[in-house]
């Protein structure tokens, strides 16, 4: 794009013909008008020569709103929509990654259906795969399964009508599930939805476990939020962060002060850090009286620094700087989550670690937690999680005992995703008619009696509500950027694909909510223009719907949430206790932690057949490519290893092998390994690809959720004999280069000019230039 | 209404990075690869040393576990004044353009690499191979920028589709580029503003300012004078002090 298109003037490059004159607001921002016309109605994206940016959501993590560049009918650019308040006009290394699925060369091109359970699949046509569909699911007596992605909007809204309409189930998946994080939110605020966070306004901040700027909830939004809190020009102090958790992610690299905390330890030091608060007197006593609403003070007393320092691996002299910090520089904010949330006591953990929040003044205030209300639509799913781990050993029992006839599948990729002991195959098998949606066909699809070509996100329609939101309504509004895929010669679709909860419309009879997900969505906005207000406003419906899909939502920045929160019952009345899972004695090899880790770019391996989130580099390690696992140095000269020995990787259920990578910044008692390879299938560029950690985790669960324990497992590590290069993109042969003289990166102190951290540096002989 | 001379003497493209907001997230390292047409990076151009990123994000350790730190700093063509890289081409495959910016002009190049050897920085990459894309995935390349074939040396160039196309749209409507209205792709994507871009002619623009800046440096400037384009503002550390002293 040639322009920095603030607020709104990429609308007015969607088109110069004029259909109507629609009003755009926004908080703070005044009223202008700008003509605008469908971008779904264009036939100008076909003028050669001529581009045109289009507004939509890619309804994934977040919630993040972009913008499409369109050129002669094809996709070629994305990036954020510089309108939409979640995001701002940024976007995370995830986002591209749409292009690439939109033309991935494996795209499924037609249905396709057995004869029969082990025949090869043969394509169909849609008529009659549709014909199938609803054969099976009229013929299932209520005993249907749906599993899907966690979904939010109308799309979910769809799912869950079509599984009603049928007596059957709506289930999500998500290996690394959050649902502890929500359980916990609940617990400590009686919230439904995940609050937002004030980053921009805080002076100290302490996260706990959540790689909030890497992959945790809203990263992109956390990001512009980061940049604020670092060096926004309103500000007068820069802000201070903390963070702890065993691995260092990429909020720990950015952080002031990383705390590598002893995996399960996360809630010890929250409540270490409310016992010197308490003790030490260094907030008011409302505050305390607020904290211990919820947390028992004999439990608090017995969090001394002794035993914090024991339990976490942590001095007491950083506990303490931690306590003073957060007391005396506020405003101060404490979030928690990812591998915190993902013991035995997760739920436990995050209750501890989110309470600290009463305990500083943050609820409610700024720089602190702001609740979100909820949707605008009434009965219109605003939060997703993925089901338990409990709830999906129930649900594969239940196919494996024959209560699902059939199943139906999209962006659930459990054969990937649950632990060996689940044994997804095996309760897939038993299932009478296995029904997958998908783009590129995945380790579970392949297991499918009828595979449906689904659109991409750049050519469905939807909503999205996303999650966190700002603070007021907001839905994201996705529509199709472009037409049918064809090949570059025009002969063929890409794809003969269509929308998924268009075809559940279609297949219900409409029954499921509408005829159509462009009607849904129509009806949506309709909702929303009855509301008046808004960022827009428009004399007509239809006039309304077109200002929505050009700005990429709809959002009432005047309705900002009450802020009070519930306040909280009992979080926590006893000690803090998490277990883990058990090695074989008679296996040889270093016993260490398991930490898995959603990878950057691929995040849990939904990205893995996208070959730009496949090549780049991991912020720390710059490894691409491949699975790998982070040793500590003296761990690793323990075991004789160096970078690119083969390592096997062995719990009690299973093992796995990866390359080594020695991390100097990798906790002497854990080994850390991305999650997202380790694909059977999944197109060319994932196929067959490193490792799947997920499969050897142990099914250790949280003991009030059912929720994965996903930290939860030990494991023996040695080495499998052989070496191979790790692929990164860091120069070979370099384990990790320090700062030191040649290095670019110069660090000064607060109010230092860099001239003068230099003269500091060269004087002390460490010259950085 | 600005002539294309008076538009062209005006300007003196800059960046501006503030490495006290990276996060080294690597938003811009992909959004640079998908506006500019890179190839793909398979495995072997890893092994090879020979992966392409016009913009890198570069990983620097500081102390040992546990009190250890990971610096990021994003790397691009420093667009010098003093280009090494520009005598040495035999060509003038590569030359300082009069709005500051260090151009490489791709049918010209020979393949020589004298550029790559000189520049200090590593932010030239070689064509060893023709560029390799399934056939659908071709659809997604930006036809404003050419796909550089075998042979060619290619690096950052500030996305000069990007500043024509906005001194076009404003010399259309009669006026100077406004202050952050042209972006490249990495400056666009950065979640953080890491990365700001401008007129460093204009005393007003961003860029300008964050130049002047107490924490604003030069990469090797001060050993080199190759007096690079490109101004980076310090990390601050406040534990930094502390840390010295054990």
Redesign the interface.
């Given at each position: 794009?040639?322009?920095?298109l603030?607020r709104r003037e990429f609308v007015v490059l969607a088109g110069a013909s004029t259909t109507g004159a629609v009003l755009f607001a926004a908080c703070n921002i005044p009223e202008a008008e700008f003509v605008v016309q469908s971008p779904t109605q264009l036939p100008e994206d076909l003028v050669r020569g001529i581009d045109a940016w289009y507004a939509t959501t890619l309804c994934c993590e977040g919630g993040d709103s972009v913008i499409v560049r369109v050129?002669?009918g094809?996709?070629?650019?994305?990036?954020?929509n510089p309108d939409f308040p979640i995001?701002l006009?940024?976007?995370?290394?995830r986002?591209?990654?749409a292009?690439?699925m939109?033309?991935?060369?494996d795209?499924i091109k037609t249905p396709l259906a057995r004869r029969s359970k082990g025949a090869p699949l043969r394509p169909v046509l849609w008529d009659e795969a549709e014909a199938q569909l609803k054969g099976w699911a009229e013929g299932s007596g209520g005993r249907i399964t749906i599993a899907t992605n966690p979904m939010r909007g109308h799309a979910a809204w769809v799912v869950g009508n079509f599984a009603k309409e049928y007596g059957g189930r709506h289930i999500a998946f998500d290996p690394l599930d959050q649902g502890t994080l929500h359980a916990a939110i609940k617990k400590v605020f009686g919230q439904d939805r995940l609050p937002e966070f004030d980053i921009e306004n805080a002076q100290t901040i302490l996260s706990i476990g959540a790689d909030w700027?890497?992959t945790w909830v809203s990263?992109?939004r956390y990001?512009?939020k980061?940049?604020q809190f670092?060096?926004g020009e309103a500000r007068t102090r820069?802000g201070?962060l903390f963070h702890a958790e065993s691995r260092?992610p990429?909020?720990a690299?950015?952080a002031?002060?990383?705390l590598?905390v002893r995996p399960g330890a996360e809630g010890d030091l929250a409540l270490g850090v409310a016992h010197e608060i308490i003790e030490k007197k260094l907030v008011p006593d409302a505050n305390v009286q607020a904290y211990l609403a919820g947390i028992n003070r004999a439990v608090v007393d017995a969090y001394t620094a002794d035993r914090v320092t024991r339990a976490t691996?942590l001095s007491a002299e950083r506990i303490h700087e931690l306590a003073e910090k957060l007391a005396h520089e506020g405003p101060s904010l404490v979030i928690g989550g990812g591998s915190a949330g993902a013991h035995t006591n997760g739920v436990q953990n995050l209750s501890a670690i989110y309470a600290l929040n009463y305990l500083l003044g943050s609820v409610g205030a700024r720089g602190g937690v702001w609740f979100n209300p909820p949707s605008p639509f009434e009965g219109v799913p605003d939060s997703a999680t993925g089901a338990s781990f409990a709830e999906w050993e129930k649900e594969l029992a239940g196919w494996r005992a024959g209560n699902v006839s059939t199943l139906i599948l999209r962006e659930a990729n459990v054969v990937h995703g649950l632990p060996r002991s689940a044994d997804p195959v095996g309760a897939i098998a038993k299932v009478e008619h296995v029904v997958a949606f998908a783009t590129v066909l995945d380790d579970t699809t392949e297991l499918a009696d009828l595979v449906l070509p689904e659109h991409s996100a750049l050519e469905d329609w939807g909503t999205d509500v996303p999650e966190p939101g700002p603070g007021y309504p907001l839905v994201a509004f996705q529509q199709p950027v472009v037409g049918a895929?064809y090949?570059?010669d025009g002969a063929e679709k890409?794809s003969d694909s269509r929308g998924f909860a268009d075809t559940l419309l279609r297949v219900s009879g409409g029954k499921a909510g509408g005829d159509s997900m462009r009607d849904v969505v129509n009806k949506a906005a309709r909702a929303l223009f009855a509301r008046k207000g808004g960022s827009v406003t428009a004399p007509t419906e239809e006039l309304f719907l077109k200002g929505v899909l050009a700005r990429g939502g709809w959002w009432d920045g005047s309705r900002r949430q009450a802020t009070a929160a519930a306040r909280p019952g009992t979080l926590v009345d006893g000690e803090l206790r998490s277990e883990f899972s058990e090695t074989e004695a008679e296996v040889s090899g270093e016993e260490l932690h398991l930490v898995p880790f959603a990878h950057?770019?691929l995040m849990n391996g939904r990205l893995a057949a996208a070959?730009?989130a496949q090549?780049?580099?991991d912020?720390?390690t710059?490894a691409?490519?491949?699975t790998w696992a982070e040793l500590?140095?003296e761990t690793a000269a323990r075991l004789d290893v160096r970078e690119g020995d083969r390592l096997i990787i062995r719990s009690s259920l299973g093992e796995i092998e990866a390359l080594a990578y020695v991390h100097?910044?990798?906790?002497?008692d854990t080994v850390a390994v991305p999650v997202g390879q380790g694909h059977a299938s999944y197109g060319r560029y994932a196929r067959g690809r490193g490792a799947n950690v997920l499969s050897i985790l142990v099914d250790k669960k949280d003991s009030e959720t059912g929720a994965l324990a996903w930290a939860a497992t030990r494991v023996k590590v040695s080495k499998a004999g052989g070496a191979l290069?790790v692929?990164?993109?860091?120069?070979?042969g370099e384990v990790?280069?320090?700062?030191e003289p040649g290095?670019?990166?110069?660090?000064?102190?607060?109010?230092?000019?860099?001239?003068d951290?230099?003269h500091r540096l060269e004087s002390?002989h460490k010259v950085l230039? | 209404m600005v002539s294309p001379a008076q538009d062209v003497a005006s300007h003196s493209w800059g960046m501006a990075v503030?490495?006290?907001?990276c996060?080294?997230?690597?938003?811009c390292?992909?959004?640079c690869?998908?506006?500019n047409n890179l190839p793909?990076?398979?495995?072997d151009h890893?092994?090879q040393?020979r992966?392409f990123?016009w913009i890198?994000?570069?990983?620097?350790?500081?102390g040992?576990?546990?009190n250890?730190?990971?610096?990021?700093?994003p790397?691009l063509c420093q667009h010098c004044e003093n280009a090494p890289c520009e005598p040495v081409c035999p060509v003038y495959a590569t030359y300082h353009n009069d709005q500051g910016m260090n151009v490489q002009v791709y049918n010209r190049c020979v393949g020589t690499r004298y550029c790559a050897n000189g520049c200090p920085y590593h932010v030239r990459f070689f064509n060893y191979w023709e560029p390799v894309w399934?056939?659908?995935?071709?659809?997604?390349?930006?036809?404003d920028v050419t796909v550089r074939s075998r042979g060619v040396m290619e690096k950052c160039s500030f996305c000069i589709?990007?500043?024509?196309?906005?001194r076009?749209?404003a010399r259309k409507e009669g006026r100077q580029v406004r202050d952050?209205?042209?972006?490249p792709?990495c400056v666009?994507?950065?979640?953080?503003?890491?990365l700001v871009f401008g007129d460093l002619n204009d005393p007003t623009s961003r860029v300008s300012k964050l130049r002047n800046d107490?924490?604003?440096?030069r990469?090797?400037?001060?050993?080199l004078r190759t007096e690079p384009n490109v101004y980076?503002?310090?990390?601050?550390?406040?534990?930094?002090?502390e840390a010295?002293h054990g």
């Amino acid at each position: 794009m040639a322009k920095n298109l603030t607020r709104r003037e990429f609308v007015v490059l969607a088109g110069a013909s004029t259909t109507g004159a629609v009003l755009f607001a926004a908080c703070n921002i005044p009223e202008a008008e700008f003509v605008v016309q469908s971008p779904t109605q264009l036939p100008e994206d076909l003028v050669r020569g001529i581009d045109a940016w289009y507004a939509t959501t890619l309804c994934c993590e977040g919630g993040d709103s972009v913008i499409v560049r369109v050129m002669e009918g094809r996709a070629k650019k994305i990036a954020g929509n510089p309108d939409f308040p979640i995001n701002l006009g940024k976007q995370n290394v995830r986002a591209e990654s749409a292009l690439q699925m939109l033309y991935h060369p494996d795209r499924i091109k037609t249905p396709l259906a057995r004869r029969s359970k082990g025949a090869p699949l043969r394509p169909v046509l849609w008529d009659e795969a549709e014909a199938q569909l609803k054969g099976w699911a009229e013929g299932s007596g209520g005993r249907i399964t749906i599993a899907t992605n966690p979904m939010r909007g109308h799309a979910a809204w769809v799912v869950g009508n079509f599984a009603k309409e049928y007596g059957g189930r709506h289930i999500a998946f998500d290996p690394l599930d959050q649902g502890t994080l929500h359980a916990a939110i609940k617990k400590v605020f009686g919230q439904d939805r995940l609050p937002e966070f004030d980053i921009e306004n805080a002076q100290t901040i302490l996260s706990i476990g959540a790689d909030w700027l890497g992959t945790w909830v809203s990263p992109t939004r956390y990001g512009v939020k980061y940049g604020q809190f670092r060096q926004g020009e309103a500000r007068t102090r820069r802000g201070m962060l903390f963070h702890a958790e065993s691995r260092m992610p990429l909020t720990a690299a950015a952080a002031d002060r990383w705390l590598p905390v002893r995996p399960g330890a996360e809630g010890d030091l929250a409540l270490g850090v409310a016992h010197e608060i308490i003790e030490k007197k260094l907030v008011p006593d409302a505050n305390v009286q607020a904290y211990l609403a919820g947390i028992n003070r004999a439990v608090v007393d017995a969090y001394t620094a002794d035993r914090v320092t024991r339990a976490t691996g942590l001095s007491a002299e950083r506990i303490h700087e931690l306590a003073e910090k957060l007391a005396h520089e506020g405003p101060s904010l404490v979030i928690g989550g990812g591998s915190a949330g993902a013991h035995t006591n997760g739920v436990q953990n995050l209750s501890a670690i989110y309470a600290l929040n009463y305990l500083l003044g943050s609820v409610g205030a700024r720089g602190g937690v702001w609740f979100n209300p909820p949707s605008p639509f009434e009965g219109v799913p605003d939060s997703a999680t993925g089901a338990s781990f409990a709830e999906w050993e129930k649900e594969l029992a239940g196919w494996r005992a024959g209560n699902v006839s059939t199943l139906i599948l999209r962006e659930a990729n459990v054969v990937h995703g649950l632990p060996r002991s689940a044994d997804p195959v095996g309760a897939i098998a038993k299932v009478e008619h296995v029904v997958a949606f998908a783009t590129v066909l995945d380790d579970t699809t392949e297991l499918a009696d009828l595979v449906l070509p689904e659109h991409s996100a750049l050519e469905d329609w939807g909503t999205d509500v996303p999650e966190p939101g700002p603070g007021y309504p907001l839905v994201a509004f996705q529509q199709p950027v472009v037409g049918a895929a064809y090949t570059r010669d025009g002969a063929e679709k890409l794809s003969d694909s269509r929308g998924f909860a268009d075809t559940l419309l279609r297949v219900s009879g409409g029954k499921a909510g509408g005829d159509s997900m462009r009607d849904v969505v129509n009806k949506a906005a309709r909702a929303l223009f009855a509301r008046k207000g808004g960022s827009v406003t428009a004399p007509t419906e239809e006039l309304f719907l077109k200002g929505v899909l050009a700005r990429g939502g709809w959002w009432d920045g005047s309705r900002r949430q009450a802020t009070a929160a519930a306040r909280p019952g009992t979080l926590v009345d006893g000690e803090l206790r998490s277990e883990f899972s058990e090695t074989e004695a008679e296996v040889s090899g270093e016993e260490l932690h398991l930490v898995p880790f959603a990878h950057q770019s691929l995040m849990n391996g939904r990205l893995a057949a996208a070959p730009w989130a496949q090549a780049t580099p991991d912020p720390i390690t710059s490894a691409v490519w491949a699975t790998w696992a982070e040793l500590n140095p003296e761990t690793a000269a323990r075991l004789d290893v160096r970078e690119g020995d083969r390592l096997i990787i062995r719990s009690s259920l299973g093992e796995i092998e990866a390359l080594a990578y020695v991390h100097p910044a990798a906790a002497p008692d854990t080994v850390a390994v991305p999650v997202g390879q380790g694909h059977a299938s999944y197109g060319r560029y994932a196929r067959g690809r490193g490792a799947n950690v997920l499969s050897i985790l142990v099914d250790k669960k949280d003991s009030e959720t059912g929720a994965l324990a996903w930290a939860a497992t030990r494991v023996k590590v040695s080495k499998a004999g052989g070496a191979l290069r790790v692929p990164k993109f860091e120069g070979s042969g370099e384990v990790a280069r320090q700062a030191e003289p040649g290095v670019p990166v110069i660090t000064v102190r607060e109010g230092e000019s860099a001239e003068d951290a230099k003269h500091r540096l060269e004087s002390g002989h460490k010259v950085l230039e | 209404m600005v002539s294309p001379a008076q538009d062209v003497a005006s300007h003196s493209w800059g960046m501006a990075v503030d490495i006290d907001r990276c996060i080294g997230c690597q938003a811009c390292v992909v959004a640079c690869q998908a506006e500019n047409n890179l190839p793909i990076n398979e495995e072997d151009h890893f092994h090879q040393a020979r992966a392409f990123e016009w913009i890198r994000v570069e990983r620097y350790w500081e102390g040992e576990f546990p009190n250890i730190k990971a610096h990021f700093i994003p790397i691009l063509c420093q667009h010098c004044e003093n280009a090494p890289c520009e005598p040495v081409c035999p060509v003038y495959a590569t030359y300082h353009n009069d709005q500051g910016m260090n151009v490489q002009v791709y049918n010209r190049c020979v393949g020589t690499r004298y550029c790559a050897n000189g520049c200090p920085y590593h932010v030239r990459f070689f064509n060893y191979w023709e560029p390799v894309w399934p056939e659908s995935l071709r659809n997604q390349l930006n036809p404003d920028v050419t796909v550089r074939s075998r042979g060619v040396m290619e690096k950052c160039s500030f996305c000069i589709q990007r500043i024509r196309r906005g001194r076009i749209d404003a010399r259309k409507e009669g006026r100077q580029v406004r202050d952050g209205e042209i972006q490249p792709a990495c400056v666009q994507a950065c979640p953080t503003n890491t990365l700001v871009f401008g007129d460093l002619n204009d005393p007003t623009s961003r860029v300008s300012k964050l130049r002047n800046d107490r924490r604003s440096y030069r990469l090797l400037n001060d050993t080199l004078r190759t007096e690079p384009n490109v101004y980076y503002l310090a990390r601050v550390d406040t534990t930094e002090a502390e840390a010295a002293h054990g």
